[in-house]
């Protein structure tokens, strides 16, 4: 995942428009899924494990 999207513990922070604004223009070139995961939610785990399971998908998926 991208490093530019990441707060000073590592995780994944998107907390302003110009971030969303720049994943929208890289999504010009490869198709880009913002995937909104819940700690608390079975499944949202289940779709975040299929999402980092596919190795195969030809689109960025930033987990959040």
């Known amino acids: 995942l991208d490093r530019q999207y990441t707060d000073e513990q590592g995780r994944l922070a ?3 428009q110009a971030q969303l604004d720049a994943i929208a223009q890289e999504s010009h070139d490869v198709p880009t899924i913002i995937f909104k995961h819940s700690t608390s939610c079975p499944i949202s ?4 494990n299929r999402f980092e399971g596919n190795s195969d998908t ?3 998926i930033i987990i959040i």
């Open 14 to 16: 998107l907390d302003n």
């Open 58 to 60: 030809v689109m960025k």
């Open 45 to 48: 785990a289940m779709a975040k």
